[in-house]
């Protein structure tokens, strides 16, 4: 079981923005501004897209945004397009003994 | 440009060694944090150790004591020494490239190699 807390699916249309949530604890999340997320298409390396919880990496697209509030992240992709058809996960720092914790990912379906 | 090309994975049985090797171009890995993540199929990375710039070197719970990371800056390459294995360990490792922010944003990833323990 992972650390942080993402829905294992979600599907959207053509077009259409979805958000995907990624829940984590005062002591991760909550506590640090250092989340990122990252893309991952089947049998290619993750890909960031977000880092420190709300910035893009050159040659991200503007589609992808990020958002945190409390102990919650969110990545929010707009315009779906059929290349976004991927695996997401967030991880945030989570402090000297723990490092780093990350994500399930989500699985997300463009219809 | 930037890449990592992980080697050395494969099928062992409980209780080998391993070694894997991640070869790095494009950048000097002993001027960045390198890591080493894993990923079971179909579950969620698992971070696994660091090596800092400095030399200082970390491990997740799970591997201290079995697992060792180091570099050969001579050859631009990190590794992972896995002893002990056990089956929960068989996963997909990548290394990772920490980013500026030196807090395990991790802005390049190599494609991964699998390691399967099993009896």
């Known amino acids: 079981q992972s650390a942080l807390t993402q829905p294992a699916s979600m599907s959207g249309s053509p077009g259409q923005s979805i958000t995907i949530s990624c829940s984590g604890t005062?002591?991760?999340?909550?506590?640090?501004?250092?989340v990122s997320w990252y893309q991952q298409h089947p049998g290619k390396a993750p890909k960031i897209i977000i880092y420190?919880?709300?910035k893009r990496p050159s040659g991200v697209s503007n589609r992808f945004s990020g958002s945190k509030s409390g102990n919650t992240a969110s990545l929010t992709i707009s315009g779906l397009q059929s290349e976004d058809e991927a695996v997401y996960f967030c991880?945030?720092?989570?402090?000297?003994?723990?490092?780093?914790?990350f994500g399930g990912g989500t699985k997300l379906t463009v219809l | 440009e930037v890449q990592l090309v992980e080697a050395g994975g494969g099928l062992i049985q409980p209780g080998e060694s391993l070694r894997l090797s991640c070869a790095a171009s494009?950048?000097?890995?002993?001027?960045?944090?390198m890591n080493w993540v894993r990923q079971a199929p179909g579950k969620g990375p698992e971070w696994v150790s660091v090596?800092?710039?400095?030399?200082?070197?970390y491990y997740a719970d799970s591997v201290k004591g079995r697992f060792t990371i180091s570099r050969d800056t001579s050859k631009n390459t990190l590794y992972l020494q896995m002893n002990n294995l056990r089956v929960e360990d068989t996963a997909f490792y990548y290394c990772?490239?920490?980013?500026?922010?030196?807090?395990?944003?991790?802005?390049?990833w190599g494609q991964g190699t699998l390691v399967t323990v099993s009896s």
């Open positions: 990772a490239r920490d980013g500026d922010s030196g807090y395990y944003e991790f802005d390049y």
């Open positions: 494009g950048f000097n890995v002993s001027n960045y944090f």
């Open positions: 090596i800092y710039s400095s030399g200082t070197t």
């Open positions: 005062d002591s991760d999340i909550g506590r640090y501004n250092l």
């Open positions: 420190e919880a709300n």
């Open positions: 991880c945030s720092y989570a402090g000297i003994s723990i490092h780093v914790v």
